[in-house]
């Protein structure tokens, strides 16, 4: 039980140090190979026809642009 307790004191140990790590670097989290932008692929499945969530991310993305340009239109300068 001794073992157990020590165990997992010291990887709460490591665990808080690399919190502590992290937010004394201020750097946003990354992936060490640029992850899938760098193989060259807007998204993970990268199938022909994408899924139906992917389809309403994509509309409600489209739908936010629209917003935004109407919105850059109108405003007063």
Same mark, same amino acid.
């Given at each position: 039980?001794?073992?157990? =307790?020590? !165990? $997992? =004191?010291? %990887? #709460? ?5 690399? *919190?502590?790590? $992290? #937010?004394?670097?201020?750097? *946003?989290?990354?992936?060490? /190979?640029?992850?899938?932008? !760098? #193989?060259? %692929?807007?998204?993970? /499945?990268? /199938? @022909? @026809?994408?899924?139906?969530? &992917? +389809? !309403?991310?994509?509309? !409600?993305?489209?739908? &936010? ?7 850059? +239109?109108?405003?007063?300068?």
């Amino acid at each position: 039980m001794q073992t157990i =307790i020590l !165990a $997992f =004191i010291l %990887m #709460l140990v490591v665990v808080v140090g690399m *919190a502590i790590g $992290f #937010l004394v670097q201020r750097k *946003a989290i990354t992936g060490s /190979c640029g992850g899938i932008g !760098a #193989l060259g %692929m807007e998204k993970a /499945c990268d /199938c @022909d @026809d994408p899924c139906d969530d &992917r +389809k !309403a991310r994509m509309a !409600a993305e489209e739908a &936010r642009k629209e917003k935004e340009q109407a919105w850059q +239109k109108q405003r007063i300068h």
